[in-house]
């Protein structure tokens, strides 16, 4: 659990953050989400002690980070950033395995872990662990970087708009790993990002984050639905709000159960936003849905557009 | 790395070193060509010391000098980018140039009053010489470590030595190299002028010469500090080459 106490933070006159008051639960995908300036990386920062507050406190656990000797507080903290910042004078098992070494794990257990992880960020091509950094894609360095971030299994992981600086193919590609091991581990992740519809595709909650306070948390439906003010509105999306939401529902919230259709089926884990691709792509204004590969109804066109989702 | 470029980097470093050892062959059995080519002189070969002797008390100057230099240099250099010593790199940088606009000659004359002729104050001089092409690289190899590296290196939990060991230092090795391997060229060209306050060198024929007139010696003592400069810079550029290969 991470805890933001009536946290304030001042860069010489101006104030970043407000007074600001947070509770991210255990395994929470939370994400940060607000324009550039908002505070929200100064925000993350504070949890890892890269950035000092000014009054108020960060908690881990209870624990005011403060109390933590700093070089162990961060050591059991995953971070990755929008930058990377690879070691370029190591290879990508060497900068995998920076943490667990900072740490002293055993040198077995640390290529044990360095080759799970090569896996688990589909890191797959034959001898990329023993290549340096600058021979990657931007993609495959940032894989390298959100491995490198979970190496020695930290419970809390800060990310620092991870994905930013990629094309949107490979954006959404590691967003799913990402979404995949977060699920799997367990993991606290604390995530910042500007792009709102990276933000409800990854968030368990959001946060949006304006001028150093928090405008409204919530799960991502709450924020579209229930925006706390006009500004909200205006940043969840206005009329774009409603291509967001069906981004975040599944086909199984709004499908007609046993109905037959035509076409080539998508299935009920698939988002809303993906079945209405399908129906553009077959030019048909309903197609069956599959569970586990059964028919077990239809999506309809209608109503998504009548009655909402 | 392919073998042609592997081959190519052999001669490099093995071809100033050939010269060198053929000339310390040569020289002292050369006495009949200098003889020829300037008949007027009654000594045309320097032998006050073997020109082998000359050329290990030079090299022994020079890397002492040099060793100095490269613990001020990089002392300094990692001083004044540290957040702590931040304040001091305006001073640093001011002091070390005004050390290099210093002709080494008036650092002898200054010297020698205080340390006595001989190799005392040629070390100085060469130490004073030596510290800004290290201390200058230095800072600059260190600044131009990745901003990001460096960030991602904190939030990781590494402490600032360990972080200077382990990230800033093998970053920056490439043109810390490069100012060392400066350093120590500029100190085998400038410690012959040692010899002028009697320091042993390769300089000593070359002074003598002047002084007597000795055209022969002269030329005898410049082949060798020239052979002398380009072996140094032909093995400490391939130590170099290798560092920033990585």
Known sequence: MIEFDHVTKRFGGHLVIDDLSLRIDDGEFFVLVGPSGSGKSTLLRTVNRLVPVDAGAVRIDGEDVLSRDVETLRRGIGYAIQSVGLFPHRTVGENIATVPRLLGWPEGDIRARVTELVELLRLDEPGIADRYPATLSGGQQQRVGVARALAARPRIVLMDEPFGALDPITRESLQGSLKAIQRDTGTTILFVTHDMDEAFRLGDRVALMLDGRIAQVGAPLDLLHRPANDRVRDFVGGTRARLRELAVRTVRDSMRVGEPAEGEAVDVADSLQDALAAMLAQRRDRLPVNSRGERVGAIVLADLVANGP | ?246
């Open chain 2, 1 to 246: 790395m392919t073998k042609a470029r592997h081959t190519h980097g052999v001669i490099r470093v093995a071809a100033p070193l050939a010269v060198l050892a053929s000339l310390l062959f040569v020289l002292p059995r050369s006495g009949p060509w200098f003889h020829a080519w300037l008949p007027e002189l009654s000594h045309p070969l320097y032998t006050r010391t073997s020109f082998g002797a000359l050329t290990l008390a030079h090299l022994a100057l020079v890397t002492i000098a040099t060793l100095f230099a490269v613990a001020i240099g990089l002392g300094l250099g990692i001083l004044a980018t540290r957040p702590s010593g931040r304040s001091l790199l305006p001073t640093v940088r001011a002091v070390a140039v005004i050390g290099q606009t210093f002709p080494p000659v008036a650092v002898l004359a200054i010297a020698v009053p205080l340390l006595g002729f001989g190799a005392a104050p040629t070390l100085l001089a060469l130490v004073l010489y030596g510290v800004l092409p290290v201390l200058g690289q230095t800072i600059a190899g260190l600044e131009h470590v990745p901003a990001a590296t460096l960030h991602a290196a904190d939030g990781m939990g590494y402490g600032r030595w360990r972080r200077l060991r382990e990230v800033e230092l093998p970053l920056a090795a490439g043109p810390i190299m490069a100012g060392v391997r400066l350093s120590a060229i500029v100190s085998v060209g400038t410690a012959t002028i040692g010899s002028a306050v009697g320091a042993t060198t390769l300089g000593s024929p070359i002074v003598e010469g002047l002084v007597g007139n000795n055209t022969a010696y002269v030329v005898q003592g410049a082949l060798l500090v020239g052979a002398l400069a380009l072996s140094v810079d032909a093995v400490l550029g391939a130590i170099e080459r290798r560092i920033r290969r990585g």
